[in-house]
């Protein structure tokens, strides 16, 4: 069964294959990641295995990043290292925090 991460095939169009420079937030996920896999929490394959795991929908409505953040998320509550209120109540605070100070102005999607 084709997972949807694999469009292999199909006619989706070309791929982007041009750089951007990482956002701030995307430097983040990035260096939690490698930080998670330092501790021996997640594994590259578990990484992998998460991100194509979370369903057509999420796939392809999620950015790259996105995506990956869900992953870790996703695999943080699988193995009881984070529960999904420890999740929400930080996500609140660091909205809330750039609300207030501007850092980041969120979209509409996001607040």
């Not at 294959?17 to 490698?34: C, I, M, N, P």
Request: glycine residues 10%; aromatic residues 4%; hydrophobic residues 35%.
């Amino acid at each position: 069964m084709r997972g949807p991460h694999d469009v292999g095939g199909l006619p989706e169009g070309p791929i982007d294959t041009s750089t951007h420079v990482l956002t701030f937030w995307e430097k983040q996920v990035d260096g939690l990641r490698a930080a998670v896999g330092a501790k021996g929490l997640m594994s590259s394959h578990e990484s992998r295995r998460a991100v194509e795991s979370l369903g057509h929908d999420a796939h392809t409505s999620l950015l790259y990043y996105e995506r990956w953040t869900a992953a870790l998320a996703r695999t943080m509550m699988d193995k009881g290292i984070l529960t999904q209120e420890e999740i929400a109540t930080k996500v609140a605070q660091v909205r809330q925090r750039l609300a207030e100070t501007g850092e980041l102005e969120l979209k509409d999607h996001e607040a």
